[in-house]
């Protein structure tokens, strides 16, 4: 192709028809030979890779949660044959999974700290947790370590070792000295609750780091409570193919400290099988996102109400033949006297001429109700509170709903007592559970870890049904008193109704109880002798049971 061609295919002056004879021709200067197409040799299996990963990609996305197992489907290798989680979907970095949500974890402490309701209610269960965090003395509130078998007494030198397991947790480890326990940067067992309780009802994430002695074969020497918003979970694969790491400390997208099995517990309160969510829990405030925003909402629009201005919406109207020096001077007027703070919102001012002068204010808004604001928090604050388990009560805060609930009592006290059984009872449960399974195990598998003092039957009851079945004897056996001297006193039932059926069998006893002390071995009154021919309906000289009850007073007082 000459130069010429060129020029008129290119040229702007050149007429229509000289330029698209020239266009093809120079076209079929430049249209490649089929023998150019075809690719080099050395450059065929860079090509034929490309194919092959064209061809995986869209079989994977024609199947995405098919996985074709080779062999008889009985062995699986010690492993579980369903998915567990799904990588195609889930945001991985490679090396571990992030949390797959719309909140981060940096995002969920954000919304706690600056929703003062979902703070107030993770300080109440901190507060409670905090006060089971000593050892339980005399079946009061606290913790204890004991068999798992209920019937099975510690004793001796198994009663001695469970002791001082229970000092173990008290301080964290073996380290007892405070100061030496604080340059290990190892807390309390009240600090340590107190920390894993927050993130736990922040985070769902309460990772329990452990340290092995010296002598891993010693077995544990500690534990810590770890930011559970720093803790990712390894792939399938683990942490570059090293088996034993399943979990990493990432800090600010970097890679901290790498975690085995045996160094880190990660349990989670609220497990999910979806495969979506790689392993991690789902955070009470995760679920309850609108009305989060409602009650921030209510708040920013409450406050406005204070900081931004002081008049409602609406337009000042006035009627008659007013001049526009009048008109500025009662802007000015108006304005210096009832304009917010914040000179957010200004005043309307509308002229109508008219024989007759007047102000009218036309609102076209509705003023600050118990709607925009009281009953709205209330209502969120029920809802939040029942996501938590809590009653509204335990954080000073009214119900939404006025109708009495069946699952409580009418009083106070019975809905604080529910409300420790939906969400108090279930958090220390867990605790009981993850510290039995991973940490008193370790020590002896026939032991538990268990909080006390917390029973769910009230107590009053309790003293009640016990007064009705039991004899002052049997109530001081109980507490390890020995038994009252008198064998009749000792027998006598602590139920009052009871009192009456037992002065008649033994009216013979109190019949004769003025008799010297020469005569009382001898008495027919007591109940090993019988009553004599004749003195069978000898009348008790009271039937008054007010001074027999105020004698078993005298001999036993049931708390």
Known sequence: MNETVRQLALGLDTPPDERFDASVEMHKAYRPLASQLIPPENLRPVIDYINNGLMDAEFYKATPRQIIRLGDGNDTGGRMRSVRLDPQKIFSQARYFERPSALDFTGLRAIVAQTPILSAIVRRRVRQVSRFAQISEDGGLG??????????????????????????????????????????????????????????????????????????????????????????????????????????????????????????????????????????????????????????????????????????????????????????????????????????????????????????????DTDFNEMHFAKWMTFLTSIACAIYGMAPDEINFESFSASKSSLSGSDTEAKLENGQDTGLLPLLAFYEATFSDFIVSAFNDDWCFRFVGLDSEDAGAKAKEDESVMTVNELRGRRGDAPFPDPVLGNAPLNPSLIQPWMELNKQRFAGAGTDDDQRPGDPGRPSDPPPDGDADTPLETDDPEPVRKSLATVYTVE
């Not at 001796?156 to 301080?171: C, I, K, V």
């Open 143 to 364: 913790f204890e370590i004991r068999h798992k078998d209920r019937n099975h007494l510690l004793k001796g030198t198994e009663a001695d070792a469970a002791a001082h397991l229970a000092r173990f947790f008290l301080n964290c480890g073996w380290e007892f000295n405070p100061r030496r326990r604080k340059l290990m940067h190892r807390d309390n067992f009240r600090q340590f609750m107190a920390k894993s309780v927050r993130d736990s009802l922040t985070l769902d994430s309460c990772p329990i780091e452990t340290e092995m002695r010296r002598n891993a074969e010693l077995g544990l020497d500690g534990f810590y409570a770890v930011d559970g918003a720093t803790i990712r979970l390894c792939s399938e694969q683990h942490y570059e193919g090293d088996d034993p790491i399943y979990a990493l400390q990432v800090i600010d997208g970097r890679i901290g400290t790498t975690y085995t099995i045996d160094q880190l517990i990660y349990e989670v309160r609220n497990p999910r099988t979806d495969v979506d969510t790689g392993g991690y829990g789902e955070a009470e405030p995760e679920v309850m996102i609108k009305v989060i925003t409602g009650i921030l909402n209510a708040m920013s629009y409450n406050n406005a109400g204070f900081d931004e201005n002081s008049i409602p919406k609406g337009i000042l109207q006035l009627i008659g033949d007013y001049g526009q020096e009048d008109i500025a001077a009662f802007k000015r007027y108006w304005n210096a006297m009832v304009k917010g703070t914040a000179n957010t919102w200004a005043l309307p001012v509308m002229v109508a001429k008219d024989a007759q002068s007047k102000v009218a204010f036309e609102k076209f």
